[in-house]
């Protein structure tokens, strides 16, 4: 079971893995917080764990089980591939860890629900680590469509896609959990949900791979809602940057720009046309990685607090899963396989791997 601790201290994180998203995110936002202080940092390479606890402090450590054994980590980040989710997710917990975890929590919504479940149990905290709901940009837009801004909502077409990756990217992996679903998927569709609530359902999917590659790079969903609301979602890999929704009304539209994963300096400008004129809203610029690491420490700061709502990430998990199960079959490409494992770490082509890209 968990420790309470005061408000009056920090909380002390432990990284598993140094994932690029580790650096270049996390492990800075980490270190700058007020509220949180990186304690270990484990590797399979204690060089790569040396190199940055260097930089951000902590202890370095080698292999992700001997950083769960240490009592002066609090809470533990797991950056790993999403295929090694599950399984050190529930190793931490069971060691009395809180954890946040890298989207998707887990691909597959049997092995999420299981693990929101022992979390609640053992009464710690664990979030998916899905940062852009963090960004205030998106609590005005729903206040605006609630106050009736564009009338009754009638669909929301949202988009995520990011230009080419390496081919030896893991997101290219299928045992891995890679993909385009999982990895730039998940954004338009926990926008619909976080917009349009719940009760969505898939009307309809298509997922692409290309020739050579063991996964889907491209896709596009049909979602459908109470009262006759829809939701198109497209998503890629290898294709212009593009981070947007809109959502259209009886009355109007309005439409947020670099939606997804605004840089900590932009300034939105959410465009609202009704009647026949555009306005212009412009927002205060502000850091969604930050926003996010400070509400992961405040839920762990304050066991008094209200408890935890894992129903996003389930309906998330769900609606993932059915848009895998609704598009038609990709030839050659296989469904998400737990790797075999040596110790907790995943074997592919005879060499071991674990998140430390």
């Known amino acids: 079971m968990s420790t309470p601790l005061t408000r009056a201290l920090p909380v002390r994180i432990g990284v598993l893995g140094t994932a690029g998203i580790a650096r270049r995110r996390m492990l800075p936002a980490f270190a700058a917080c007020d509220v949180t202080e990186v304690a270990a940092v484990a590797s399979r390479s204690a060089a790569k764990a040396a190199e940055q606890t260097a930089r951000f402090g902590g202890v370095p450590v080698q292999g992700y089980a001997a950083l769960l054994e240490r009592d002066d980590v609090t809470a533990v980040y797991v950056p790993l591939p999403v295929a090694l989710h599950a399984v050190w997710v529930e190793r931490a917990l069971l060691a009395g860890k809180h954890v946040l975890a890298e989207k998707p929590l887990t691909g597959d919504p049997a092995r999420t629900r299981g693990l929101l479940a022992l979390a609640r149990a053992r009464g710690l905290v ?105 939701a198109q979602l497209t998503f890629g890999i290898g294709c212009g940057y593009r981070s ?91 469904p998400l396989s737990r790797p075999h494992t040596d110790h907790g770490v995943a074997v592919r082509k005879g060499q071991a791997v674990g998140g430390d890209q």
Request: cysteine-free; proline content about 8%.
């Open 126 to 230: 664990l979030w998916e680590n899905v940062m852009f709901v963090h960004h205030s940009q998106h609590a005005v837009v729903r206040r605006l469509v609630a106050d009736g801004a564009v009338g009754a909502p009638r669909s929301l077409n949202a988009a995520f896609t990011i230009p080419a990756l390496p081919p030896d990217d893991i997101r290219f992996d299928a045992g891995l959990g890679g993909g385009a679903l999982l990895d730039v998927g998940l954004y338009p569709v926990r926008a619909a949900l976080h917009l349009l609530g719940p009760g969505l359902e898939v009307a309809g999917a298509h997922l692409h791979r290309p020739a050579g590659l063991a996964t889907e790079t491209t896709g596009a969903v049909l979602l459908r809602g109470p009262g006759g609301v829809t």
């Open 244 to 334: 947007r929704y809109e959502i259209s009304g009886a009355e109007g539209h309005l439409a947020v720009d670099r939606a997804f994963t605004p840089p900590a300096d932009h300034r939105p400008v959410l465009r609202l046309e009704r009647r026949g004129r555009e306005e212009l809203i412009t927002l205060e610029a502000e850091d969604q990685v930050a926003n996010a690491v400070r509400a992961f420490a405040d839920a762990v700061r304050d066991p008094a607090g209200p408890d935890i709502d894992h129903r996003q990430t389930l309906r998330q998990a769900l609606l993932l899963d059915a848009i895998r199960r609704t598009a038609p079959p990709v030839p050659g490409l296989e």
